[in-house]
């Protein structure tokens, strides 16, 4: 389906730039945050639901090489402290 929308010149500038930033068509960009709405709506509620959406989402045991998740959380913190 195609829809036809007016945009103010400001809000086009900035969907374009924000767009660009991640190598998106501008439509592509607008489709994603469409579509984001719907995932916000259906976020886990409890940590069950949480646990089955990130196993899912093949997070969890997805980094078979770290055996000790608090030095691999620790290693993280680090490469995060050093991002910034």
């Known amino acids: 389906m195609s829809i036809m929308i007016e945009l ?41 639901e949480l646990v089955n959406y990130w196993q899912n989402e093949g997070v969890i045991n997805s980094c078979p090489d770290i055996t000790d998740m608090g030095v ?4 993280l913190l680090i490469i995060q402290r050093f991002e910034l």
């Open 8 to 48: 103010p010149p400001e809000l086009e500038q900035k969907l374009s730039t924000e767009a660009s930033q991640l190598n998106l068509s501008l439509s592509d960009y607008i489709l994603r945050i469409l579509l984001s709405e719907e995932i916000v709506k259906n976020l886990p509620k409890t940590g069950a």
């Open 72 to 75: 691999g959380a620790q290693k």
